[in-house]
T-cell receptor, first 114, second 114 residues
Framework: AQSVTQLGSHVSVSEGALVLLRCNYS??????LFWYVQYPNQGLQLLLK??????LVKGINGFEAEFKKSETSFHLTKPSAHMSDAAEYFC????????????FGTGTRLLVSP | DTEVTQTPKHLVMGMTNKKSLKCEQH?????MYWYKQKAKKPPELMFV???????INESVPSRFSPECPNSSLLNLHLHALQPEDSALYLC?????????????FGPGTRLTVT
């Protein structure tokens, strides 16, 4: 069964600083991986997805993530944080055979200070 | 357009009431999902409809009754709920085919059971 672990329930950065949100996956086969963002009192918005086409994936709002099989990681980064990036971020995984449920990590709250 | 709409945005109901949540998408997706999200937690899958048929019920209590009248519409009928059922209820949809089949989420309905 697939699972993801998000290290750090809260990450604090200053505006303009690098954002790094960590996600490690556990899967017996290369999975599909996703990052979602949830702003307060809203639904989840898909930021980006890994589908094995390319290891470096670019998403919306300047975010990108790199799939590293050797480290079983899919960390989310953004070169320069903006106040509007403050939100909850979820990493999610699903298997690549048949119907597979989307399995979410516990989430990381990104706090951005001026 | 990757929009999933949900109504109402907020709902307060007593434990003896009957109410319904509505979800709609016009992306031609053939899979639709209900999730429950408690505060500071990731979404938990409740039901999956595939091609208008219920394909997954994650052992959800019978006081929650899903319905898929057509490929664009998904309802969740609520009856005799408990205060612990208070949560954000998220609807999602996906193509229902293909390998990746990423899910798109609606804004959610904030349910309070009194």
């Amino acid at each position: 069964a697939q699972s993801v672990t998000q290290l750090g329930s809260h990450v604090s950065v200053s505006e303009g600083a690098l954002v790094l949100l960590r996600c490690n996956y556990s899967s017996s086969v290369p999975p599909y991986l996703f990052w979602y963002v949830q702003y307060p009192n809203q639904g989840l918005q898909l930021l980006l997805k890994y589908t094995s086409a390319a290891t470096l994936v670019k998403g919306i709002n300047g975010f990108e993530a790199e799939f590293k099989k050797s480290e079983t990681s899919f960390h989310l980064t953004k070169p320069s944080a903006h106040m509007s990036d403050a939100a909850e971020y979820f990493c999610a995984v699903k298997g690549n055979t048949g119907f597979q449920k989307l399995v979410f990590g516990t989430g990381t709250r990104l706090l951005v200070s001026p | 357009d990757t929009e999933v709409t949900q109504t109402p945005k907020h709902l307060v109901m007593g434990m003896t009431n009957k109410k319904s949540l509505k979800c709609e998408q016009h992306m031609g997706h053939r899979a639709m999902y209900w999730y429950k999200q408690k505060a500071k937690k990731p979404p938990e899958l409740m039901f999956v409809y595939s091609y208008e048929k219920l394909s997954i019920n994650e052992s959800v209590p019978s006081r929650f009754s899903p319905e898929c009248p057509n490929s664009s519409l998904l309802n969740l009928h609520l009856h005799a709920l408990q205060p612990e059922d208070s949560a954000l209820y998220l609807c999602a949809s996906s193509q229902g085919s293909g390998r990746v089949d990423e899910q798109y989420f609606g804004p959610g309905t904030r349910l309070t059971v009194t």
